[in-house]
């Protein structure tokens, strides 16, 4: 068994593998079509291929190539970032722009070592209200404001 | 002559009262992110893409040029007095513009950084009126097979003067194409790769994919990074250079001009690449070498006027021929297109308030630059000292709200933080995500152009061979390839954008 001497480029390689992979079997059902007249799923094929070859090149040449290490740190900074994101998008309908405004910036806080709650709270209030003062007011956006529960949006 | 003329239609537009506010707006836009460490132009222009929607064409498009032109000048601000690059593009200025804040001409650095932008700004704004019109003309007489080649071309070049694994980048590109045209396909009506989300048959928007991967990627890059500023607390007590300094800037900005100039044009080029070309150029034909790194002048003049320059002239494919030449410029394709504007030879003569409005604006923008940055220098040293713990909350909230705002929808919400992650994979694997960005834009044109081509010539593929501005385009494709692959040019190439690094 060879070793993996460039972790970043044979993860890489890997992955564009994958997509190629993905494309290949996904587009399988889209018609192909003649070079002439070139269906749906003709240059999603030859992207597939090529996403293919060039993954597995990288990955064959981390065998002999030397690299760096991937560094991996906590999780906790990405899980954090991300899922505050995502909570946006689940309350902001329902919630209104006010909520879900506050709870994106507190949680989002959390990601970082210097975290304080009393400023991560200010921080919120503060951004909702310039929120809804130039997205709302200033640009005209179409958002509910309120938790819609609590009777006009 | 018709430029006058052009001109004139150009500042008569861009002198109306809303598209003078928004070049402003997108000035201090501009000046703000570039000043701030950890935000760049190309997550602010994807953040800003949706707001873009409810103005119309033309001020939405002066607003998004002035954050691009205005970032180059906000950059060397913070690289000047803090010494950490508030935007890629100034980082090369950090070795002597902060040696030269050191000594106590912090003054005199920023002055020659901003009076040697606005020049290479002039003069990058004046090519790019004057190219406009012939390189147009070429542009009509190009058939589908020289578009396909040109894109070809376009993307080579993307990836051989950008940094970092040729291999891997023409991977990102080649994935950026593949999510260019997820979504209906315009020829026979089939979705793809929708995965049975309706939201997905109308594609991948750009801001969900700029903003994943550049905006909450660097973010998460940033708060993995420990980051210290030592904000310089010395007075800034004179702006105003010394004659010496002077007269040892003066060669340099005009030698930074010149190659950012043409670097801009360059397919890949633009801001990030002119600077640090230009740092080279001027270490080897300096007489002081020796000086450079402890507070040479020409260190701060050249990169700063070649960034600029840069910035200003990358707008001349994507004006003229529709191909965005770096990422920044997809994004405008992406601005342009939400306007249903399609980009390329066509929007001078079917838009021409449009196009030489926005041309007229970067000279006027320029102007607010320098009045912007100069004396209001104490302003934006003071926004530095807000902690990064505070700011990015902030942006990942404008992030959030631009997109949803996009179509009220939740779907590209997450999508964006799906983009995210993918970002954060692509960082960590050292994967360059600007060519991902510009293979999306030109994904759905690559195909068309393609079928096209295959359609005329009754599925010959030698008729990218035979077509002889096809066949150059390719030629020149093939050898920027063989350059690389060539040992020498692989060195210089590395050396190049190491300057910054260490």
Redesign the interface.
Known sequence: MAKIRHP??F??GL??IA?GVA?IA??SG??LG???????G???RI??I??LA??A??TF?ALRLDGAK????SPR??LI??G???L???T??SLG?VVA?IL??VV??A??T??RWK??LV??VL?AAL?VAG?IWG?????SVWPTFLGKG | MDLLANLGLGFSVALSPINLMYALIGCMLGTLIGVLPGIGPVATIAMLLP?TY?LPPTPALIMLAGIYYGAQYGGSTTSILVNLPGEASSAVTCIDGYQMARKGRAGAALCIAALGSFFAGCVGTLLLAAFALPMTEVALKFGPAEYFSLMVLGMIGAVVLAHG?L??A??MI??G??FG?VGT?V??G?A??SFGIPELTDGIGTAQIAVGVFG?AE??MS??RKENRDILQQKLTSLMPNREEIRRAIPAVIRGTSIGSMLGILPGGGALLASFAAYGLEKKVSKRAQEFGKGAVEGVAGPESANNAAAQTSFIPLLTLGIPPNAVMALMVGAMTIHNIQPGPQVMTSNPGLFWGLIASMWLGNLMLVVLNLPLIGMWVKLLTV????L???I??F???GV??LS?S?VD??M??LF??MG??FA????EPAPLLLGFVLGPL??EN??RA??L???D?TVFFTRPLSLVMLLLAAFLLLLIVAPQFRKTREEAFQEGEA
């Not at chain 2, 960590?428 to 994967?431: G, M, Q, S, T």
Request: overall charge positive; aromatic content about 14%.
């Open positions: 970043k480029d993860a890489a992955m564009f997509f494309a996904i587009g889209y018609p003649v070079a002439a007249r070139m269906g749906p003709y240059f999603p992207l597939g090529l996403l060039l993954g090149v990288l040449r991937i560094t991996l740190e900074p990405l970032v991300l505050s994101v995502v946006f998008g689940m902001a309908p722009l405004t994106l910036i989002s806080s990601a970082s210097e975290f400023e991560a921080s919120g951004l929120a997205f640009l005209g956006l179409q958002f | 707001i409810g694994s291999l891997k023409i991977a080649v994935l194409l593949l045209i396909d020829n026979s089939m793809r790769f909450f973010i998460l708060l993995s902690p990064y713990r505070l990015y909350p902030a990942l909230l992030c959030a709200i949803y705002s009220n939740t919400v997450y964006t933080a995210g992650f954060y994979v960590k694997l050292e994967c690559l195909e393609l079928r295959m359609l010539s009754r599925g593929p």
